[in-house]
């Protein structure tokens, strides 16, 4: 199945073009027709192709494809789409996030205050162990996830944590390929501090700036990647 995704996610099979048969994969990938079967299910439900009995199944269109599914996004990753699929992933976050932190800085009680200066210092400390040791670098993630969780989780809205789960985990997901560089860190955290400052002065408005000053330096750093892809570095 990751194969096809690659295939589909690279254009080499087309929206619109030959049907894939459950025969032509079990035969390509020397599998069963259950297997096949298997395969073609799995693309189903990633909104990759839809099926006709008897007939195969098509690609879909890019707009139909669940592009927060891990398995879609690594494809999408491969094929060297990735900056602009993360690029659309932080636009998400510009309209979600911008106007939760304005909750947040309105909500927000000591113990959500706590947390959100605990991620910082558990990002800074992560930083520091990852200028020596690039394993440390996924801890520095978690802790900056942990920190964007705990800011939603301080605007007392459950749905709005709902509703950015899978934005998160699909930007998990991509942290092998799109990580961000040592070089990057003391900006991150200076980001991440200015935004708690706002929040522990209850200043929604000055809040609100701080994210989006913080979600722009990431669009930013993603245009960055995408003229290395186009450039093949």
Do not use: Q
Request: charged fraction near 25%; aromatic fraction near 4%; glycine fraction near 8%.
């Amino acid at each position: 199945m990751r194969t096809l995704l690659a295939d589909i996610a690279s254009g080499e099979l087309a929206p619109g073009g030959a049907a894939l048969r459950e025969t032509d994969i079990a035969g390509r990938f020397g599998v069963s027709r259950g297997v096949a079967r298997e395969c073609v299910r799995g693309l189903e439900e990633r909104g990759l192709v839809f099926v006709k009995p008897g007939l195969g199944a098509t690609v879909t269109p890019p707009d139909r494809w669940a592009v927060f599914d891990p398995e879609v996004l690594s494809a999408l990753l491969g094929a060297r789409r990735g900056a602009s699929v993360l690029g659309a992933y932080v636009e998400c976050r510009r309209i979600l996030e911008v106007a939760a932190v304005g909750l947040a800085a309105e909500r927000a009680g000591e113990e959500d205050l706590a947390v959100l200066s605990e991620t910082v210092e558990r990002m800074a400390t992560t930083a520091r162990r990852a200028t020596i040791n690039p394993a440390a670098h996924e801890a520095f993630h978690d802790a900056d996830l942990g920190f964007h969780e705990a800011l939603i989780a301080a605007t007392h809205n459950a749905a709005l944590a709902a509703m950015l789960a899978p934005l998160w985990k699909a930007l998990a997901a991509a942290r092998r390929t799109f990580g961000a560089p040592t070089a990057g860190f003391d900006r991150s955290i200076a980001e991440h501090r200015k935004i708690l400052a706002a929040v522990a002065d209850r200043d929604a408005e000055r809040a609100a700036a701080a994210m989006s000053e913080h979600l722009l330096t990431i669009e930013r750093d993603l245009h960055e990647r995408g003229d290395d892809e186009h450039r093949g570095s």
